[in-house]
């Protein structure tokens, strides 16, 4: 989950009027475009900007952290953990892994979900205020030089030039983090109380056995854990593989118990129009469609309906997604681990469709906020992996699938 897609979202520029604006009076009225009705809205934190870093799955996985937080009363709404405290300590667990599987191993800005709450378990948590991760003369995150200079140290410490790896190589990592994210604080106030970072994690209630990744893909058998074969996964992560028609039931069960989900997807499509506040799947094969549809688009050449249907200018029919294509999606590269984001809500739109509500983490300039809608159709076709607090789901669902 690293694609940085930088906030060139200043992009809020021309948009059309699309959902819930408005024409002026003095201009002729324009195509409604997709307009959203709420029906689930869970608590969730302000949006954040990872700007230039690859860190979304720390953003996304931590939004659903403060949002358990918000939940179970353990935090006021203004809670702000430290992503880059996360985002630190597993540049260090990565470099160990690559150093020990001499190179062969993923080391870069990426991640995913679940090493958001392995790392506060093994190192604590600490507020935004306390340890905001920018030591390098920035006022926001630029990931690029200590991504390269970790790896090229990294690279040399594999390439063993003295025959044995030496005992101050360690520390030499440590350093170079503490100079690009700042030393790290022992212990640190909060309203005249002294917390520690691992303190600070318990007083939260954040408990890395809390949560779960779930899949769906056929190359594993239903019902078993497997470590999802995406480059951003280099702990090896583990997640329940069900049919995709469970996990999307998952989603609506965990949502609707007021939790939110950490959510892995592919957001390469054509339909990801993020700058309108939406993400859809288009059917773009005729034969695919209902009869009323047919008529609608079968007079159309292909550059015409390809137009039309990237147009938005109204809501447009969506594939109807199946396990196997979901399967063909992901074998070909056309479904691709890019970016996290977490959901948060259930709407519908003018149709009665239904829609995800989704916080991403690429700042507030866009339509809603920093905030948009996804089609279940997208969300069950493009889904890499759901994360979430397991104490989400009723026991029964548990039981069926396995869940301890």
Not at 5 to 15: D, H, P, V
Not at 253 to 272: A, C, M, P
Not at 339 to 355: E, S, T
Request: proline share 4%; net charge negative; aromatic share 10%.
């Amino acid at each position: 989950m690293k694609k940085l897609i930088l906030a060139t979202l200043a992009l809020a520029l021309a948009l059309p009027a699309v959902a819930q604006k408005k024409a002026k009076k003095d201009e002729p009225k324009e195509a409604q475009g997709y307009v959203f009705t709420d029906i689930k809205v869970n608590p969730i934190t302000d949006v954040r900007n990872q700007a230039r870093s690859g860190t979304c799955w720390c953003f996304s996985t931590m939004a659903v952290l403060e949002s358990d937080a918000l939940k179970h009363g353990k935090a006021e709404q203004n809670i702000d953990l430290s992503e880059m405290w996360v985002v630190r300590h597993a540049y260090l667990e990565k470099i160990l892994k690559y150093v020990r599987m001499h190179g062969k191993a993923e080391l870069g800005q990426g991640g995913n979900s679940h090493d958001v709450p392995n790392m506060i378990e093994k190192y604590g948590i600490v507020p935004e205020s306390v340890y905001p991760g920018l030591n390098y003369g920035t006022d926001s995150h630029v990931h690029g030089e200590v991504d390269g200079v970790l790896k090229a140290y990294a690279d040399v410490i594999v390439s063993n030039p003295n025959r044995t790896i030496s005992t101050a190589w360690i520390d030499g990592v440590e350093g170079i983090l503490d100079a690009y994210f700042g030393k790290r604080p022992e212990t640190f106030e909060i309203d005249g109380k002294t917390y520690t970072p691992r303190s600070y994690a318990e007083e939260l209630g954040l408990k890395n056995s809390d949560y779960i990744d779930v899949t769906s893909f056929t190359h594993h058998p239903f019902g078993e854990m497997f470590a999802l074969e995406i480059p951003d996964n280099w702990a090896w992560g583990l997640s329940y593989n069900v049919p995709v028609d469970d996990m999307m039931a998952i989603l609506d069960e965990v949502l609707e118990n007021g939790y939110t989900v950490g959510w892995g997807s592919d957001v390469s499509e054509k339909g990801f129009a993020y700058t309108k506040g939406f993400a859809v799947l288009p059917e773009t094969d005729i034969k695919a469609m209902d009869n009323n549809e047919q008529q609608r688009w079968v007079a159309l050449t292909p550059a015409e309906r390809d137009a039309q249907m990237y147009k938005f200018d109204k809501p447009v029919p969506e594939k109807k997604v199946t396990q196997e294509m979901r399967q063909e999606m992901f074998d070909n590269y056309t479904t691709t681990d890019d970016h996290g984001m977490q959901i948060f809500g259930i709407a519908k739109d003018q149709n009665g469709n239904k829609f995800y509500k989704v916080k991403n983490s690429w700042g507030t300039s866009q339509l809603y906020g920093g905030c948009f809608y996804v089609s279940a159709p997208f969300v069950a076709a493009k889904t890499t992996n759901l994360n979430f607090n397991k104490n989400a789901l009723s026991q029964a669902t548990r039981d069926k699938f396995g869940i301890k």
